[in-house]
């Protein structure tokens, strides 16, 4: 199963909402998950099934979609937002991730 | 605290052999599935491996007859045995948490990485 993100770069600033979408190539139900991944630390669960918010994960962060098409969306942007997001189906093995959508400042 | 530490990684040669190991505390390590996922240098995650509760294992074909996936529950410890490496197996290799009977199918909480290097 092939994930395709878009964008692969965004730049935005404090308190924009920005919103990443995924598309996979067949139907994967709600077995979506997006991670946040900062320079030289390792990728962090923010929501999984699709739309469920890992715990601890700042309520701006929300996810929607089934089927083939997936979004992420972060209301009102704050500073430690700005990284790099992955979506990854857990759908069937191999358990592929998009190419990635790295956020920046504006 | 969920903590997962990988160790095992360095520098080797082409053709060479690596074995990764990831400890796990703070969880109940026999109740989970486990995962192993690289990050070539300047590119995005790469699932390469999985192995259920049960001991049955699952791998990505880039890796497939390569690489072998294992865990010693007594030792609450992962493992990654890696053979025939090749420069393109160069990165970040990452242990991560999968799931546990009745929960859902993602990778919480991930190690810090260890770095793999194949180069002559």
């Known amino acids: 199963i092939q994930m395709t993100q878009s964008p692969s770069s965004l730049s935005a600033s404090i308190g924009d909402r920005v919103i990443i979408t995924c598309r996979a190539s067949?139907?994967?139900?709600?077995?979506l998950n997006w991670y946040q991944q900062k320079p030289g630390t390792a990728p962090k669960l923010l929501i999984y099934?699709?739309?469920s918010v890992q715990s601890g994960v700042p309520s701006r962060f929300s996810g929607s979609g089934s089927g083939t098409d997936f979004t992420l969306t972060i209301n009102s942007l704050q500073p430690e937002d700005f990284a790099t997001y992955y979506c990854q189906q857990s759908y069937s093995t191999p358990y592929t991730f998009g190419q990635g959508t790295k956020l920046e400042i504006k | 605290d969920v903590q997962l530490v990988e160790s095992g990684g360095g520098l080797v040669q082409p053709g060479g052999s690596l074995r990764l190991s990831c400890a796990a505390s703070g969880f109940n390590f026999n109740n989970f599935w486990m995962h192993w996922v690289r990050q070539l240098p300047g590119k995005g995650l790469e699932w390469i491996s999985r192995?259920?509760?049960?001991?049955?294992?699952s791998y990505a074909e880039s890796v497939k007859g390569r690489f072998t996936i294992s865990r010693d529950d007594a030792k609450n410890t992962l493992y990654l045995q890696m053979n025939s490496l090749r420069a393109d197996d160069s990165g970040l290799y990452f242990c991560a948490r999968g799931a546990m009977a009745g929960t859902w199918p993602a990778f919480d909480p991930w190690g810090q990485g260890t770095l793999v290097t194949v180069s002559s």
């Open positions: 099934g699709s739309s």
């Open positions: 067949q139907r994967i139900s709600t077995y």
């Open positions: 192995i259920n509760y049960d001991g049955t294992t």
